[in-house]
């Protein structure tokens, strides 16, 4: 089946972490960049990272550089996100996908709240 399934979201204050994952099946994942997005309330989904096959290149978008990291495992068939020093306005629904979007159906995404 061809699917995603985010998780790991959750409740966090200014300043804490959390790591999400992302299981991918249905295609051979390792031949696919790998992408986070994000959709906040109100606002169009935008990307937050990126990461090349093999992990051997990443790319961040400017608001999350230096405090989040992409990964992925692919024995796992699982891309991650690390996300420190968490921000009020990195609130939103995260989800995972090729760079394009199209790749995978959209999964349900993962909800990170961050209190002030």
């Known amino acids: 089946q061809v699917q995603l399934a985010e998780s790991g979201g959750g409740l966090v204050q200014a300043g804490g972490s959390l790591r999400l994952s992302c299981a991918a099946s249905?295609?051979?994942?390792?031949?696919?960049?790998m992408a986070w997005f994000r959709q906040a309330p109100g606002k169009e989904r935008e990307f937050v990272a990126r990461i090349s096959q093999y992990g051997t290149s990443t790319y961040y978008a400017d608001s999350v550089k230096g405090r989040f990291t992409i990964s992925r495992d692919n024995a796992k068939n699982t891309l991650y996100l690390q996300m420190n020093s968490l921000k009020p306005e990195d609130t939103a629904v995260y989800y995972c996908?090729?760079?394009?979007?199209?790749?995978?159906?959209w999964g349900q995404g993962t909800q990170v709240t961050v209190s002030s």
């Open positions: 996908n090729d760079p394009s979007g199209i790749a995978w159906p």
């Open positions: 249905g295609h051979t994942f390792s031949s696919y960049y």
